[in-house]
């Protein structure tokens, strides 16, 4: 069983950056695969970023290629989303997603264990 628990939502304008935090229970960090991903209002919800457990491999929805970076620290049992060049289109909440296993997915039905999600708004 891992609990997850995201940090640093909040409201930024146009342009403006934000780093989210989730960090992870447990002793085996480093054997789930992570992601990030969004839910906004009348919309499904869709993958932002995903990690391996190492962090060798990363992926991205193209909507944040060259904004985004998701990155995990396993000693810290934390796995970070820096938001660079925001948009008020990225206005949504925020979750942080394990899956039991070190690949990553971009499936959001994949994922095991969620966080209870961090809201972002960008205003324009």
């Known amino acids: 069983q891992v609990q997850l628990v995201e940090s640093g939502g909040g409201l930024v304008q146009a342009g403006g950056s934000l780093r989210l935090s989730c960090a992870a229970s447990?002793?085996?960090?480093?054997?789930?695969?992570m992601g990030w991903l969004r839910q906004a209002p009348g919309k499904e919800r869709e993958l932002v970023a995903a990690?391996?457990?190492?962090?060798?491999?990363?992926t991205y929805a193209d909507s944040v290629k060259g904004r985004f970076t998701i990155s995990r620290d396993n000693a810290k049992n934390t796995v970070y989303l820096q938001m660079n060049s925001l948009r008020p289109e990225d206005t949504a909440v925020y979750y942080c997603a394990a899956v039991r296993r070190t690949t990553m997915t971009e499936m959001p039905n994949e994922y095991d264990y969620w966080g209870q999600g961090t809201q972002v708004t960008v205003s324009s």
């Open positions: 447990g002793r085996t960090f480093a054997t789930y695969g």
């Open positions: 990690i391996s457990g190492s962090g060798g491999s990363t």
